[in-house]
C-alpha cells in the first residue's frame, strides 16, 4: 500500500480536507491526512501524509509556519479577509515608513483574539457557526510568536504585501486586521499564500517540493512522488540499530543506546530517528532517557 508525504500546492477554493478527499481517490488509500488547514481562499504548501504515514501528522502540530499575505488598507469585513461582508470603509493615508514603523509591536510575543469565523469552539460551539447566526460571543486572547514581519513591497495606495514567519496558531487575517486598526484605516487580508510548513517549501529541491493537483492527477505513477515519512524528521539525531536492538525495537520495547559519535544535538528527553542496519529501514521515532531509547512512534510496515 503507498505511503509517505507529498507536498501539495494547494490551489485556491479548495479546503485542505477537500484534497485529501481527492487523493484519497487517486492513492486507493481511506487514510490521508495534511498537516495544517488551510482557508479556502490560501493557496501554497499542504503537506498531505499517505498510509501508514499518517501517524506522523502530530509531529507537523508544533511546527512554524511561513505566508506572504496581500495586506488590504481602508477595508474592514466581519471575515477579516476579502472574502467577507464589508462593514467599513475608511480613507488610507498611510505611507510605507508609517507601515513599517506600525509593524514592529506585532514582531515577537504577541496576544491575537481569534476572529469569530474561525474553528474555534467556545462552550462546545464552533465560532464560525455562531458568526454565521449573526453571534458574536467573547473571545480569550491567545499568546502566538511572531518570529518574522517583513514589508516587502507596496502595490498601490491601499495594498501591500507583507512575508510572516510564525508558531502555530496565528491567524494570518487577525495580524493584518490588527495592523489595520493600529493604523487607524482599518485593514483586511487580501490574499494569502502559505511558502513553507513542516520544513517544507513551495522550490523543489534535492529535499522537498510543492506539486500542483493537476500534477498529481495526470502523472502515470502518482504514489512515486511520495517522500519517505523519515523526511519530516531530518534534524533529529539518528541511531542505526543492529541486533536485539531491532528486536526490542520493533516490539515496541526500550533499548540500551548511547548517543551517535560526532552527535552535537542530542540530549536526555529529545527525539531521534531510529534506523534497521541490516535493512536500512526507518523504524520509529524515539526518545532518549538515560541510557535507553524508548519507542515514542513506530512508522515500519507490520
Not at 3 to 15: Q, R
Amino acid at each position: 500500500m503507498p505511503s509517505g508525504i507529498l507536498i501539495i500546492d494547494k490551489p485556491e477554493g479548495w479546503t485542505s480536507m477537500d484534497v485529501c478527499a481527492k487523493l484519497r481517490g487517486v492513492f486507493h488509500e481511506k487514510r490521508v491526512g495534511h498537516g495544517g488547514t488551510l482557508d479556502p481562499m490560501a493557496t501554497g504548501v499542504l503537506p498531505i501524509f499517505v498510509g501508514r504515514a499518517t501517524r506522523a501528522v502530530e509531529f507537523t502540530e508544533q511546527s512554524d509556519k511561513e505566508y506572504v499575505a496581500g495586506l488590504k488598507l481602508g477595508v474592514i469585513t466581519n471575515t477579516q479577509d476579502t472574502s467577507g461582508e464589508i462593514l467599513e470603509q475608511r480613507p488610507v493615508r498611510v505611507t510605507r515608513e508609517q507601515l513599517e514603523e506600525v509593524l514592529e509591536p506585532f514582531r515577537g510575543d504577541i496576544l491575537q483574539i481569534p476572529p469569530m469565523y474561525s474553528a474555534i469552539k467556545i462552550n462546545g460551539k464552533k465560532l464560525y457557526e455562531l458568526a454565521r447566526k449573526g453571534r458574536e460571543v467573547e473571545r480569550p486572547a491567545r499568546p502566538v510568536t511572531i518570529k518574522a514581519l517583513e514589508l516587502l513591497e507596496q502595490q498601490g495606495e491601499d495594498l501591500y504585501t507583507i512575508r510572516v514567519r510564525c508558531t502555530k496558531g496565528t491567524y494570518i487575517r487577525t495580524l493584518c486586521h490588527d495592523i489595520g486598526q493600529a493604523l487607524g484605516c482599518g485593514g483586511c487580508m487580501a490574499s494569502l499564500r502559505r511558502t513553507m510548513a513542516a520544513g517544507f517549501t513551495l522550490v523543489p529541491d534535492y529535499m522537498n517540493g510543492a506539486y500542483t493537483l493537476d500534477q498529481i492527477l495526470t502523472t502515470e505513477h502518482p504514489e512515486k512522488l511520495l517522500l519517505p515519512v523519515d523526511r519530516l524528521f531530518s534534524d533529529l539525531p539518528a541511531v542505526v540499530i543492529q541486533g536485539r536492538a531491532v528486536f526490542q525495537a520493533r516490539n515496541g520495547a526500550p533499548f540500551p543506546a548511547q548517543p551517535p559519535q560526532g552527535c552535537t544535538t542530542w540530549h536526555d528527553g529529545g527525539l531521534c530517528r531510529i534506523y534497521d542496519g541490516p535493512r536500512n529501514e526507518f523504524l520509529a521515532v524515539g526518545r532518549y532517557t538515560g541510557k535507553e531509547i524508548k519507542i515514542v512512534k513506530s512508522f515500519f510496515a507490520v
